[in-house]
């Protein structure tokens, strides 16, 4: 990455004194705003569409989650999907084995993948750059195998089936709509979460650290503490997204629910929105899976191929993601591509 | 004020200072000069908490600060300019004050924008594209936002044009007035000695001379070895 990147705005708006109470509350009325959309829309759409948007919202929620750590603090983690995974198998575990109600079930994972994130995290985020991100890959491929090697908890390779019928059934399954409306609420979440972040004094702390560790620690941040509570945070929202899911999908299996695809869209999705804000996943999130369901429709034999172009292109112009790069030709008034590439270059 | 006694300390098994006796009293400007490899930035680091001492002691107004994390060192009142400034390239000069100001949740900018008032016009400037001469400013008015009662200065000359290097050295008497004692380590002995009120010359890890700066600028060895006078 470029040295002379973002500039970003200031944590405390207030102090700059230009800026006024609307424009700090802009964020927030439109994200209600959106919420009532979400909720209008619901009803205008057919079965096939209410999951799509329903996965939309998933993506969403998890782009939010994977920015806090790789995009606020700048710890690139290719192994999130170990939270997805944690959450939906605690979800699956304590629904059959100990007969909770999902609604007691959703919480407990989050709180679990919370804490398995503060503690691979006081090791692993000691690391920097492409051994944090190796570290964290190697994690989520060994709890696959942790969780396919315990049968008797978690039914092993053969799956495990939440009990969403009969008189096993601890919570009634919800349906298209319940699906619809839970997942909004998670990304309604997790963007409440990454909001509040980008705006407060830890947030800040999140940006120097990502900026240069070293200084941050020698300005007085608890560098360690700040890293490894993004971590958790990131983990929970993640862990609650999978332990919907789990529920959602009635049967889980570990190849899926540590599958590093997850990771990857995740990534991407955050990359190629923008990095380190709070609109551009939301951006990229919903960009890239509408992308991705509207190819698989209208091209069903070559659409991962012609996602993958659109990615690599993206990419190559738009390296920054696309809000940054919005935001940058706004302040300089160039707004070519090639300029944005030049500026770049790796 | 700041007192370092017997201090040894080095990297793993490399032992880079030898048995410190140094200094530092209120609202003043010391200098340590040496030349390269002589463990001046070693010696700053310990002071900063980032190396701890293995024999001797450092105390900051009675508190020892060999065994405290560098947050904790922040805290009792020290501030470390580091080598090359490290400032936070892509966040606004305005952030990196403010970030200065992190303990103690310091916010006002007027103190250190007075002392650099060229700062002023570039608060909402990326960091990272001012030139040399201005990210030093704002590294050593990020170094005061936390009010420290010592501000420790890492090769301040560091690839900055000798005016710059004048105009920025002569805030530093304002600053010790201001309450803030500087430890300033150079390479530019000359600068160095002029500013300072006392001085400590630095080699292969031991002080060889050390007293009022005035007189080692006159000093015959300190002449020979870094004035290349005499």
Known sequence: ???????????????????????????????????????????????????????????????????????????????????????????????VHWH?????????????????????????????????????????????????????LTGGGAGITVPTVGEDATTAYLGNDGFYLLFLGIAALSLVVALVISRNRFGFALRAIHQDEDAAGAMGINTTRAKVLAFSISGMLTGLVGACYAFQQV??????????????????????GGSGTVLGPLLGAVGLQYLSEYLRHSYTEAHTFILGAIIIVAVVFLPQGFVNYVREARRSGDYSLLANVRRYRL | MLEVSGASAGYGRVQVLWDIELRVDEREIVS???????????????????????????????????????????????????????LFPGL??????????????????????????????????????????????????????????LMMIDELSLGLAPVVVDEIIERLPDIAASGTSVLLVEQDVDAALRVAARAYVLETGRIALSGKAQDLLTDQRVQESYLGLG
Request: proline share 4%; with cysteine; aromatic share 8%.
């Open chain 2, 32 to 86: 340590l000069v040496g030349p390269n490899g002589a463990g001046k930035t070693t010696l700053l680091r310990v002071l900063s908490g980032m190396v701890p001492v293995s024999s001797g002691t450092v105390t900051f107004r009675g508190d020892l600060v060999n065994g405290r994390s560098v947050e904790q060192v922040v805290e009792l009142g020290i501030s470390h300019v580091p080598e090359g400034r490290r």
């Open chain 2, 92 to 149: 606004s000069v305005r952030d990196n004050l403010r970030l200065g100001g992190w303990r103690g949740k310091h916010t006002d900018l007027e103190p250190v924008l007075e002392l650099f008032p060229g700062l002023t016009t570039r608060l909402d400037q990326v960091a990272g594209s001012m030139s040399g001469g201005e990210q030093q400013m704002c590294a050593i008015a990020r170094g005061l936002m936390s009010r420290p009662e």
């Open chain 1, 251 to 272: 049967v889980i299996f570990p190849d899926r629910l540590f599958d590093v695809e997850l990771t990857v869209l995740m990534v991407v999705m955050v990359v190629i």
């Open chain 1, 100 to 152: 909770l109600s999902f609604w007691l079930a959703l919480p407990l994972s989050g709180v679990g993948a919370a804490l398995f994130g503060a503690v691979i995290g006081l090791p692993l985020l000691r690391l920097k750059g492409h051994y944090f991100a190796i570290a964290t890959l190697g994690v989520a491929e060994g709890m696959r195998e942790v969780v396919t090697n315990v049968p008797a």
């Open chain 1, 1 to 95: 990455m470029s040295t002379v990147t973002e500039a970003e705005p200031s944590f405390d708006r207030q102090a700059t004194g230009s800026r006024l109470d609307w424009q700090r509350m802009l964020p927030w009325g439109l994200l209600a705003l959106l919420m009532a959309a979400m909720l209008g829309l619901q009803s205008q759409l057919y079965i096939g569409q209410e999951r799509t948007v329903t996965a939309i919202f998933m993506f969403v929620a998890l782009a939010q989650a994977w920015n806090v750590i790789g995009g606020f603090t700048g710890y690139a983690c290719f192994g999130q999907v170990v939270f997805f995974g944690i959450g939906g198998y605690a979800t699956a575990v304590t629904m």
